[in-house]
């Protein structure tokens, strides 16, 4: 293949998008560089239909430590092993994008890999991959809906920056990833502090153009060297079987969604789709099994036509709710007895338990990415046990699906989170799912955010969230608040927004349709607020700020700040000194390398004891202090004594007591306590001392009164 070179400008800077025959055995290919960083992109199709009742679309998004220079890995394994959780991440952004624009009837298994190859800090490569990929689709014959474009947005100083770089969005009070084809948005992802619902549609509004532009260079690209697009068959159902469908079982689901005694989670619904397949099955069933699969399929699509039908005419949801109204919620603080904090929030049938934990600073998340090593101290944690949609299953890892939940909800809590130096503890929610029926996510925010308070982590302000839905025939939509199980699968968008009362933290969208207006998401935020205010009001009545006071099965933590020149000596040689005194105290001591010192433990008096004798071996002995020393070493003209840990002073022959003295056995022994006063320190830091004159001069011990932060 000739290697052909397209370029458009994005924030100021080339987007080059480049097409070789490197990935020659694709369906197709392409490079994309942004700056220095280099991402290359493969779309293929398998050449049959698999057996499947699902789209087969697989999303990959791969780092590479080569890219940033450097090894990583391991001690003993020096290679890439599973993908991050922000490689998932950025894989599941790229997913949620492009899945909406195939046709969901197709059995062909697709397949796009993101290579980062090149990795320049600057620029960040997710949006480069996910222009790529949408690319790659363009040109290749594998058939699709696209182009699409996405831009991130983020404001600093109140200006506004396209396509931040890490540095940048860490100082970006507000983030907004945006996604779509011409003219529309399907995939929106935003983190804020706190900022108003103008500000995030005014973020949006900012990148329409460069957008459109994104989208014409891709336009250019497919009439260049597109591929035709293969013709693939579609499994859906023939016109005889519709029409049998639909004489049976049209009348049973209308009856079923407009239930005077209707129920949550729609089980007159599934009763009315099991009750055709049973008729379908009678009939048809020995005779041609994939006859039913298809009326499955369809039966699917009707009941999505039903729910439409009702709720864009009559305004009439599945169990009987107003469009703007929640379901029952409650919230509860302190359920567990041990745990440092707990926090149970219901909303109808969807429960989240979360519980969290204190600990150390020394306790920090670090990872080791194609970015670098990052700390973390504030983690969520998000678990969906199959019991908890009354179903069994098997227990592994976290799936991409859990990540994203718990990276989602850990992204609105983050925001009122406080900062290290006025809460310095390292602090982990995991929220258990207990029940659920639509918006765990948003559940899983709202009992973080009562678990947080519970534990007494200074929060400054409760956090909330919501899901809305919408449901759309071409112009005409209704927005929908709090969507529960079958409004999410029957449901055009799904609309997670979450934030405090002045203002919005987390927004995350997709979409089932090729997407959505800038009005219907200015709509949908506007409905939002008011009902993320009404869960404010139950989170506040069940705990309405932060307790005082810490679980007394939380860990103490005393902080110290030591002269950096001094690590070395609170360390001692191979760590000996600061080993001694974690098993003197029964505490953990961690050292920065700016001489900030943590100091952890289980009880306020062995940190204090600790923190003491830290403090004491690091700061500067004075001549005139008085010490409680202990012999450790006889010599003909005196004893040296040690003061602290690691720091020893000579008590000359002469000065250990009145009179005169023979000889230093006679008065003192090695592991004898005596008290004595400092009375030279010279240059190069010899210390001398006396025992004499210290039981002339009555004074406090300086070891009981340690120069110690509070």
């Not at 935003?190 to 949006?204: C, G, N, P, Q, V």
């Not at 439409?308 to 567990?336: C, F, M, P, Q, W």
Request: charged residues 30%; contains cysteine; glycine residues 8%.
């Amino acid at each position: 293949m000739e290697k052909k070179e397209y370029s458009v400008d994005m924030g100021g800077k080339p987007l080059v998008l480049t097409f070789t025959n490197w990935a020659e055995q694709t369906n197709a290919s392409v490079l994309a560089r942004y700056g220095d960083t280099v991402v290359l992109t493969t779309a293929v199709m398998s050449g049959h239909d698999v057996k499947l009742h699902y789209f087969p679309l697989t999303l990959e998004y791969r780092e590479k430590y080569y890219a940033a220079g450097f090894i990583g890995g391991g001690r003993f394994q020096k290679r890439e092993g599973r993908p991050s959780d922000e490689s998932t991440l950025k894989a599941r952004l790229i997913d949620r994008t492009l899945r909406p624009l195939f046709k969901h009837s197709m059995r062909r298994e697709v397949q796009i890999v993101n290579t980062i190859l090149s990795y320049d800090p600057e620029h960040s490569p997710d949006i480069v991959a996910l222009i790529a990929s949408s690319t790659a689709l363009v040109v290749s014959d594998i058939p699709w809906s696209g182009p699409i474009s996405a831009l991130r947005i983020g404001r600093i100083n109140g200006d506004w920056v396209i396509n931040p770089s890490l540095k940048q969005q860490e100082e970006s009070d507000l983030n907004v990833t945006v996604a779509g084809p011409e003219g529309r948005i399907n995939m929106v992802e935003t983190d804020a502090k706190e900022a108003s619902e103008k500000d995030i549609l005014e973020a949006m509004r900012f990148g329409e153009k460069l957008m459109q532009d994104i989208i014409d260079i891709q336009k250019k690209i497919q009439k260049d060297i597109g591929k035709e697009k293969a013709v693939v068959e579609l499994k859906e159902p023939g016109e005889e079987l519709q029409k049998e469908i639909r004489e049976f079982g049209e009348k049973k689901l209308k009856e079923a969604i407009y239930a005077k005694e209707a129920k949550e989670g729609g089980a007159e619904l599934d009763a009315a789709g099991d009750e055709i397949k049973k008729y379908l099955e009678e009939k048809y069933g020995e005779k041609d099994p994939a006859y039913i699969e298809n009326a499955s399929a369809y039966i699917e699509k009707l009941t999505d036509e039903l729910i439409h039908e009702a709720i864009l005419k009559d305004e009439r949801r599945v169990d009987g709710r107003a469009l703007d109204e929640l379901r029952n919620l409650s919230g509860y603080t302190g359920v567990l007895p041990r745990t440092h904090g707990s926090g149970l929030f219901m909303r109808g049938l969807t429960h989240g338990l979360s519980i969290a934990t204190l600990d150390s600073p020394g306790e920090e998340e670090l990872s080791d990415a194609m970015e670098g090593e990052t700390r973390k101290r504030f983690m969520l944690h998000y678990n969906f046990p199959p019991f908890s949609t009354g179903e069994t299953g098997f227990f592994r890892g976290p799936g991409r699906r859990e990540i994203g939940h718990g990276a989602l909800a850990e992204k609105a809590v983050e925001a009122m989170i406080p900062d290290k130096e006025e809460f310095p503890y390292v602090i982990r929610v995991v929220t258990e799912i207990l029940s659920s029926n639509g918006s765990t996510s948003m559940a899983s925010v709202c009992s973080a955010s009562l678990a947080l308070m519970d534990a007494g982590v200074p929060m400054k302000k409760h956090v909330a969230g919501i899901a809305m839905g919408l449901i759309a025939s071409g112009d005409d939509y209704k927005v929908l608040t709090d969507i529960q199980g079958p409004e999410d699968h029957y449901g055009d968008m799904d609309f997670k927004v979450a934030g405090t009362r002045d203002g919005v933290t987390a927004v995350q969208m997709d979409v089932k349709v090729d997407g959505v207006t800038l009005k219907m998401i200015e709509d949908t935020l506007e409905q939002g607020k008011k009902a993320r205010e009404n869960i404010l009001d139950v989170l506040e009545k069940a705990i309405p700020e932060p307790n005082t006071e810490l679980s007394p099965y939380a860990p103490k933590i005393k902080f110290l700040k030591i002269d950096p020149e001094k690590i070395g000596m609170l360390i001692g040689p191979g760590g000996r000194i600061i080993k001694e005194i974690m098993a003197e105290t029964n505490t953990e001591i961690n050292v920065e390398d700016d001489g900030s010192v943590s100091i952890t433990g289980s009880t306020n008096e062995e940190v204090v004891r600790a923190a003491e004798i830290a403090s004491n071996i690091t700061r500067e002995i004075k001549v005139g202090e008085i010490f409680e020393a202990t012999v450790v070493k006889i010599a003909d003209f005196g004893a040296f004594v040690e003061l602290v840990p690691s720091k020893e002073a000579l008590v000359h022959i002469s000065e250990l007591k009145e009179g005169f003295v023979s000889k230093v056995e006679d008065v003192v022994k090695i592991g004898d306590k005596i008290t004595v006063k400092i009375i030279k320190a010279d240059d190069s830091g010899k210390l001398s001392a006396s025992a004499k004159q210290a039981s002339q001069t009555p004074s406090e011990k300086s070891e009981d009164r340690g120069d110690v932060e509070k």
